[in-house]
Every structure is written in structure tokens, then in C-alpha cells.
């Protein structure tokens, strides 16, 4: 998806599965996984010289993508496959994280608990608490720990992160 062929010769690009348009001409044509096997033609297949042969059927088919693969330009001998976010193509790690902070989503609650004015050990159980990490019973059996489960608190309910700091009347009472 971040990168793109520069066709040279065309020998070592897939015509039908590797993105020398804007995405894999598979994906755009919805050609069905189970066919992408028998598809090995190469962009040189489909090229003389430097002019393109686009068969009559796709052309007649798919104008649009005939005319995308009009517009690419052939670039010297070598094929290159180049990291579309950057003028020079070339992927370096500073350009990944980039690409890959731009998905991450921010957590507003972090501040909220990740601060110097709470001590570590708060916010652990805290951020435990809200990934369901906590040692409960419930927790350590859905881990494969056969146990039969009573609060240690009161004695009286199924041991869960929830009776143990929401709804158990002595840690309330606490």
C-alpha cells in the first residue's frame, strides 16, 4: 500500500498483482484470491519498447485503468520500487514510524494517570485495571487456572476486578 513500482524494463513487476498504479490492478479489476496464482505475466509482457500493448479486452473492459496505465512512465533500465511518502523513494525508519504514528490513536485517559503527582505503583494498577490484567479469579481462569472463585474481601461474591473495586460493600465501606 506505501509503495509503488518505476517501471524500467518491466521485467520484475507483475502486471496483475504488484502496484504500479495507485493499487494492484487485481484489487481493482475484484479478481477472486484463488485466481491470483495463475496470473504471472510481468509488465514487459505487456509492453514494446517503450509503448504500451494493453489488450483489446481490458482496454474495451476497464478504460479507466487503461488510461492510468497509459499515463505511467517508463524510467530508465532498472524497475524500482520506491515508498510513495517521500520526493526520493527510498523507505528510511524515520519515514515508517511517520506513516505508522499517523494511525495510532491517542488516549486521552493516559494524562489522566500517567502524571508525577501519582506514584508507579498506582498508576500500574490503574492501567492494569483498564486492560483487564488484574490477577482476579476471573482473569487467572480464562488463562486455563481451574479454581473456584469467592471474593477474599467479604467472602460473599464471584472475585472480579469489578466486585473487587467497584461493588464489594468493605472495600466501599474502605
Known amino acids: 500500500m506505501n509503495s509503488i513500482w518505476i ?7 507483475n502486471f ?10 487485481v ?7 484463488n485466481l491470483h496464482k495463475g496470473l ?5 509482457d505487456f509492453t ?21 496505465i497509459a499515463r505511467v512512465n517508463r524510467a530508465g533500465s532498472v ?14 525508519l524515520k519515514e515508517a514510524h511517520k506513516a ?5 490513536v491517542y488516549m486521552h485517559w493516559c494524562n489522566l494517570i500517567w502524571s508525577r503527582e501519582i506514584p508507579p505503583s498506582k498508576y500500574f494498577i490503574t492501567w492494569r485495571l483498564m486492560h483487564q490484567k488484574m490477577p482476579t479469579d476471573d482473569n487467572l481462569m480464562k488463562r486455563g ?16 476486578a469489578n466486585h473487587l473495586f467497584l461493588t464489594c460493600p468493605l472495600e466501599t465501606a474502605l
Not at 18 to 25: A, E, F, H, M
Request: aromatic fraction near 8%.
Open 7 to 13: 517501471v524500467g524494463t518491466g521485467l520484475s513487476i
Open 16 to 25: 496483475w498483482k504488484d502496484n504500479l498504479l495507485d493499487q494492484p490492478i
Open 27 to 33: 484489487d481493482q479489476l475484484n479478481i477472486p484470491q
Open 40 to 44: 504471472h505475466a510481468t509488465v514487459a
Open 48 to 68: 514494446n519498447g517503450f509503448k504500451w500493448t494493453i489488450p483489446t479486452i481490458l482496454a474495451n473492459l476497464c478504460p479507466e485503468i487503461t488510461d492510468q
Open 79 to 92: 524497475d524500482r520500487l520506491m515508498w510513495k511518502h517521500v520526493d526520493n523513494g527510498s523507505l528510511t
Open 100 to 104: 505508522l504514528a499517523n494511525h495510532l
Open 145 to 160: 487456572c481451574d479454581m473456584a472463585s469467592i471474593s477474599n474481601l467479604c467472602y460473599d461474591s464471584w472475585e472480579d
